[in-house]
């Protein structure tokens, strides 16, 4: 045990030479048989081949627990497995050294330790999926999970929302000490599942748009070459000399600070990054605004063209619309386009109010009516005044 006030670098240097110690003991070497790091210890399961999806918001630092299988014993529905891992030195310290202490009632770690589940399927990258009837222990303390998301069909079980779970707050944070998983499932019929536990860091959407930002940016010329093709497509029954878009973002209806988009998408249109980071930092859809595509964190690039388009003095600071010509060059939309369209719709208007009077007051001739109508009152009001 720690004492109060003790100096917690001095302790998992303690710890460590502790380790080492039983290790020798044992007649092993310092980082157990094989000479590797004491990561996992004997486990029920046996390690698959089975490739999980990265997680954008988490930067992962190391496997705890290598993609392993949940191997069911016997015929029986209800299955349990028990799986132990143990933290190293460097990796206990980054874990309590890197904790977000801002004023809140609960202790979020920047470095965790993730539990994952999956399918069993090694012919491509597996997201996140729970087992059914799940129910997970950790050092004996019941680990919470999402809550399920009801379903209307018949004799189906609710599915809980698929995402990794922090399983931080009830580790033992020492390097000599080791954690125990124990997970109970319901075994199902023809399909497998995989557990996996990792060391990640938490990341903010903030950090990704830095890391966007860094890669660099999708050079101009390919956008300009982008905008001749569609707009200079010989298959197309109906020519096009130009075409309207919007520098204004699709989610946020405002302009764009940092115009991209995914390079597995071909349209034109961009959208806002910090806002698409912001949204699925809250829930992880990633899916294009502008198509609905699949759009990957590591597909999104910003566009140096429309970049180029929100920087340029040519563009007014009201105005959010452009012009994209054959030749890859862009206007601004002429002022008298758009007071022309203004002046029609305030025209519209007008209209509109004449037909609402004329049919409150029976046709244009109670329209005409209505006016003496109004001036006739206060002539009543003035003689009952004067008797």
């Keep these: 045990m720690m004492v109060p006030g003790a100096n917690p670098m001095q302790y998992l240097q303690q710890a460590a030479a502790y380790q080492q110690q039983a290790a020798a003991l044992a007649g092993r ?65 980054d874990i309590a050294s890197n904790r977000d202490i801002r004023a809140t009632t609960k202790v979020n770690y920047l470095h965790q330790v993730q539990l994952r589940f999956c399918p069993l399927d090694t012919t491509k990258e597996q997201g996140d999926e729970f087992p ?29 929302p698929p995402k990794p779970i922090d399983l931080t707050p009830l580790c033992k ?10 997970v109970k499932w319901a075994a199902d019929q023809g399909k497998g599942w995989v557990i996996a536990i990792y060391l990640v860091e938490k990341l903010t959407s903030e950090q990704l748009l830095e890391r966007l930002v860094q890669k660099g940016t999708r050079q101009s010329e390919f956008t300009r070459e982008l905008i001749k093709k569609k ?33 597995t998408c071909d349209h034109l249109q961009c959208f806002d990054a910090s806002l698409f980071l912001q949204m699925n930092e809250r829930k992880p ?39 994209l010509n054959q030749d890859g060059s862009w206007h601004p939309v002429p002022k008298d386009d758009s007071e022309e369209v203004k002046k029609k719709e305030e025209k ?21 009516a ?6 006739s009152a206060p002539t009543e009001i003035e003689c009952i005044d004067i008797e």
């Design 29 to 93: 070497g310092p980082y157990g048989q094989h000479g590797q790091q004491p990561q996992q210890v004997a486990n029920q399961a046996r390690l698959v081949n089975v490739t999980l999806k990265s997680l954008p918001f988490y930067e992962h630092h190391g496997a705890l627990l290598q993609p392993s299988s949940l191997l069911a014993k016997g015929t029986g529905r209800f299955q349990e497995a028990q799986f132990t891992f143990v933290l190293t030195v460097q990796q206990a310290n």
């Design 132 to 160: 059914p009837s799940i129910c997970v222990q950790v050092n004996g303390k019941m680990c919470p999970l999402p809550n399920p998301i009801p379903t209307n069909k018949p004799n189906v079980e609710p599915k809980r």
């Design 173 to 182: 944070l020492s390097p000599t000490l080791p954690n125990t998983v124990n």
């Design 231 to 263: 707009l200079n497509d010989e298959g197309d029954e109906i020519a096009t000399t130009n075409l309207k878009v919007t520098v204004a973002c699709p989610l946020g209806k405002m302009r764009m600070s940092n115009p991209c988009r995914p390079t």
């Design 285 to 323: 859809t990633w899916q294009c605004p502008v198509c609905d595509s699949p759009a990957l964190y590591q597909n999104l690039m910003v566009d140096g063209y429309f970049q180029e388009v929100i920087k340029a003095k040519e563009l007014p600071e009201e105005e959010n619309e452009i012009i």
């Design 348 to 368: 519209k208007d007008e209209n509109s109010a004449m037909v609402d009077l004329s049919d409150d007051e029976g046709g244009s001739s109670g329209a005409v």
């Design 370 to 375: 209505a006016a003496p109508a109004v001036a």
